[in-house]
């Protein structure tokens, strides 16, 4: 959609500042120029927005300014008006008739926009865990709002279901599409009003993908969030990290979209939000297939119509516990398995350490002091690790419980959690000083244990037990072994692109 005539004056000016055209979509243009960003607001009026008063433009580009500055300091400056001088010319900022209003920003360089790095293969697995970071310390900041959301969602789907057939998508399918979405809604209408009244509907990004998260002084951090529907950005944070999970199992595959998801709940906690994913998932892939589609790109449209309704069908859930010695490897097995276990984006992956961690308030990586492993502490992070695996499971989602397990009291807990879901317990083994070795190599990892806390755990080893032993000297194998034993029908239906959309 071009600039409409009569903001003509207004993107000569800005051009002319950024020395070169601007980058368009359907409701702005952004002028990019050596270090400065101007986002100027196109006046037009569409079925969601209605930016033709300029009264709307200012409201909306401040709105924008206080939402996304406090995520991003430095990065947004302010808002200013495009104003004609009594000479007839246009400036920026002067006394005058204003015209417009634009956003001022700081210019990231293209290839520091998380789109752009994960073209070029560079979400790493650092990258990954700061980018849930991220998000997760965006959501701890906001304020808790009471929502209907279940009424939300249905309106949310029927808006999608009307786009999609105006933009041309296959209409058999598209209803099937609403039909089953609308179904889930209705299904989880009460975990949703329990959602809400827990805190977890709340004012949030509203359009959280790869395109709208850059790297800003060596972090990702979340810009542009939706400002201009309050309702619509008022959702579920399980809803808006939705669209960041959708984005990432399409675009990198499900083993980016699971790390992703798996740090979030390691730092908040919120392991009940996986009840909502198969909605939450596919509403955001029904969003891209219909702009997709609009935007002429029929093939890329069809993958996002097929993984819409694909998340509706989610894979049977499956519950793995992971022991073993220090050193054996667990987590390393634990985050492999997961992508490939259960609904999308794959298994919750609930780790003793980074329980631990949380309940102590501190990071995954920082280290606790020994007041923080006394058996009273151990066992709250094993009732957690209990609730969670139940809740998890009940929910239809996987769990894998990453834990040594040497207490068989333990073991006990976390099967009987599984409830009605198939369980696998796993005892991972190798050669003391292969677990020697790998424990004196770590670094930068949740587990706060030294040389003198595995050989003091191997000199009580109690051995697989009941669980199904497995060799861990060689990571792969025991991946397959464990994968194997897991049963194909705990593989999800989809895995992901793995490629490029």
């Known amino acids: 959609m071009a600039i409409p005539a009569g903001q003509a004056a207004t993107a000569a000016l800005l051009q002319g500042l950024a020395g070169r055209p ?49 995520h991003a300091p430095g990065l947004y400056r302010d808002v200013v008006a495009v104003v004609r001088r009594a000479d007839g010319t246009v400036a920026l900022g002067c006394d005058g008739e204003v015209l417009d209003w634009v956003v001022r920003m700081a210019r990231v360089p293209e290839g520091d926009f998380l789109d752009e790095v994960a073209r070029r293969g560079g979400l790493t697995p650092a990258l990954l865990d700061a980018l849930g970071d991220a998000v997760a310390a965006a959501h701890a900041r906001l304020a808790p709002v009471d929502k209907d959301e279940a009424a939300a969602l249905r309106g949310v789907a029927e808006g999608n279901a009307r786009s999609a057939l105006q933009a041309g998508l296959d209409p058999v399918r598209t209803r099937r599409w609403l039909d089953g979405a609308l179904a889930q809604v209705q299904a989880r209408a009460g975990w949703l009003r329990a959602r809400s009244r827990a805190g977890f509907v709340r004012r949030a990004h509203g359009d959280l993908h790869l395109g709208n998260i850059c790297l800003w002084h060596g972090r990702p951090v979340p810009f542009d969030a939706l400002e201009f529907d309050e309702d619509l950005a008022t959702i579920d944070l399980g809803y808006d990290l939705a669209f960041l999970l959708m984005d990432l199992d399409l675009r990198e595959g499900r083993a980016a979209a699971n790390r992703v998801l798996n740090r979030y709940v390691a730092r908040t906690g919120d392991w009940d939000m996986v009840a909502g994913l198969p909605l939450f998932l596919s509403l955001r892939a029904m969003v891209r297939a219909h702009v997709e589609a609009r935007n002429g790109r029929a093939p890329v449209a069809e993958r996002y119509l097929r993984q819409a309704l694909d998340y509706l069908r989610p894979a049977p859930p499956v519950v793995v516990a992971v022991g073993g010695l220090q050193g054996t490897g667990k987590s390393t097995l634990a985050r492999a398995l997961a992508p490939l276990l259960g609904p999308a984006p ?32 151990s066992r709250a992070v094993f009732a957690e690790m209990a609730r969670a695996v139940g809740d998890v499971a009940a929910h239809g989602h996987a769990a894998i419980a990453d834990a040594t397990f040497i207490d068989p009291v333990h073991r006990e807990a976390v099967a009987r959690a599984a409830g009605a879901a198939p369980f696998l317990g796993v005892w991972l083994q190798a050669p003391l000083a292969v677990l020697e070795a790998r424990v004196a190599g770590r670094t930068g990892d949740a587990s706060d244990a030294d040389l003198a806390v595995l050989r003091q755990a191997a000199a009580a080893d109690p ?22 034993a897991a049963g194909r029908t705990a593989r999800p239906r989809n895995t992901g692109s793995g490629g490029r959309v």
């Open 346 to 377: 794959g298994a919750l992956v609930l780790r003793s350490d980074e329980i631990r961690k949380r309940q102590h308030a501190a990071a995954p990586e920082d280290r606790l002091p020994p007041a923080a492993y006394t058996p009273e502490a």
């Open 22 to 70: 601007p980058i368009e979509t359907h409701i702005s243009a952004v002028f990019v120029g050596d270090d400065m960003v101007w986002k100027l607001r196109k006046a037009v009026r569409l079925a969601f927005l209605d930016f033709i008063p300029l009264a709307e433009r200012h409201r909306t580009a401040l709105r924008e300014l206080e939402l996304n500055a406090p």
């Open 463 to 484: 051995g697989p037990g009941s669980w199904r032993a497995v060799d861990a000297t060689d990571g792969e194998a025991a991946r397959q072994a464990v994968l194997d």
